[in-house]
């Protein structure tokens, strides 16, 4: 189960971090996650303490997912030079891990302190160059199967520079879905999130996974046999849990398509 973190929105929106609190308090056995926090617009400190906290609730089953986002707005709004995210992002980076490190002779420390894995988002340049050198995980969205395998590619390369293994990285990608008759599904899915994001309909033409339940894991599959082995779905809708059964009896059916976590 994962929440997407933003300070401010055209939309309501729970905050982050506390969303996932109430959902870990609610479960047991699910992974946890932020897909993704943007790590430039909060005080890392704070972010240290909040991650720790959760994961120590969750058993271990939170996973801090990181990006620095697009919208220039909201960074305005938040009084946060939107051109600097990216040097924020990687002083933010260090300050985590300084946080995290246990040290028992430090009077003042962060404790509890467990590990807490670290997934990125973004395709470009830079976000595959941190998640190459300290992530746990890689996590774009709007990317097609066919760039998502021309991105694991450079993955690996750039884990490869840092000295590290890139089997060690686990590879997810978010895909926005919509299920029902084929045309009216990509209509209103399109539809829907231009009315989230705040841009025309068209933006999404590339990136809607919609159709048929059959038809979406179908393109749910193209990313596993691209080199996912997690999918997260957000449903690009507002009754979601009707669509995710669809699509749930349709990946059951496809033995192929077993090796292929899906998450909401």
């Known amino acids: 189960m994962w929440a997407c973190d933003h300070l401010f929105w055209p939309h309501p929106i ?4 506390s ?3 109430i959902a870990a308090s609610a479960t047991s056995h699910v992974a946890l996650g932020s897909c993704v926090l943007q790590l430039p617009l909060r005080d890392a400190a704070t972010v240290a303490k909040q991650a720790a906290t959760l994961q120590h609730l969750a058993d271990g089953r939170f996973i801090l997912g990181l990006g620095v986002g697009s919208h220039e707005g909201e960074y305005a709004t938040a009084g946060i030079d939107f051109s600097t995210r990216g040097r924020r992002m990687d002083d933010s980076l260090a300050a985590l891990s300084r946080a995290w490190e246990d040290d028992p002779d430090d009077r003042y420390r962060l404790d509890p302190s467990p590990r807490v894995p670290l997934w990125f988002g973004g395709s470009g340049p830079a976000a595959l160059r941190r998640t190459g050198a300290m992530g746990d995980g890689w996590v774009p969205l709007f990317i097609t199967p066919e760039d998502y395998r021309v991105g694991l590619d450079r993955l690996a390369d750039a884990a490869l520079a840092a000295g590290r293994t890139p089997a060690d990285i686990a590879r997810a990608v978010v895909v926005f879905a919509r299920v029902g008759a084929a045309g009216r599904a990509f209509a209103d899915g399109c539809e829907w999130l231009s009315s ?5 309909p068209r933006a ?3 990136h809607l996974v919609s159709g048929p339940a059959e038809d979406c894991a ?5 990313y596993r046999q691209a ?3 997690h999918v997260v779905v957000m449903m690009a809708a507002d009754d979601p849990l009707e669509h995710f059964e669809a699509l749930r009896i349709a990946l059951e059916a496809g033995a192929s398509r077993s090796t292929v976590e899906v998450s909401a």
């Open 14 to 17: 729970i905050e982050c971090f």
């Open 218 to 222: 179908g393109t749910i599959d193209a």
């Open 227 to 229: 080199g996912a082995q």
């Open 19 to 21: 969303a996932l609190a």
């Open 196 to 200: 989230l994001y705040g841009i025309p």
């Open 204 to 206: 999404f033409a590339k």
